[in-house]
């Protein structure tokens, strides 16, 4: 391994240290810090050989996450595309999240932390604020009413 190699596999640990990344994440993060593509991609491969950088460990922890703050598989996986995770540790990652995804259960956990004094009841804007905010979070609309609608 060359310096500059060293340098830019060195700067990729440490970012992985402190959180999962995907490696289009560390590439962009490499080429804001000045490495070069050759440095980076070598750096890369290096972190991906010795088991460091995995999009399949990022997908998974990525839906995780973005599921325990209220999203559907669903929407999480279109964020974590947005973001350049590899599509077929994405797809993996999904169908092993709505295998065990209850959209109604967490829909409801969701609106009881938003609104747990019940107001949507007594008022169609904070009822109609719900709903979209459930809608922006992935949930279908037979769901959202459901759960809105329950007593």
């Known amino acids: 391994m060359n310096v500059d190699v060293k340098a830019a596999y060195s700067a990729a640990l440490r970012m992985l240290t402190r959180r999962e990344h995907c490696e289009a994440e560390v590439r962009s993060k490499l080429a804001q810090r000045g490495f070069d593509e050759i440095a980076s991609e070598s750096a890369i491969e ?33 964020k974590a595309a947005q973001r350049g995770v590899d599509e077929m540790a994405l797809q993996a990652a999904l169908e092993e999240a709505q295998a065990s995804f209850d959209a109604t259960g967490a829909c409801r956990e969701l609106l009881q932390r938003r609104d747990p004094g019940r107001l949507r009841r007594n008022d169609k804007r904070v009822w109609q604020r719900h709903a979209r905010f459930l809608r922006n979070k992935g949930y279908d609309a037979a769901t959202i009413l459901q759960v809105l609608n329950e007593g």
Request: charge should be positive; aromatic fraction near 18%.
């Open 46 to 78: 290096e972190l991906k050989n010795y088991g460091y950088l995995s999009e399949s460990r990022y997908a998974e922890a990525f839906l995780r996450y973005r599921m325990q703050r209220g999203e559907t598989p669903w929407m999480a996986a279109v």
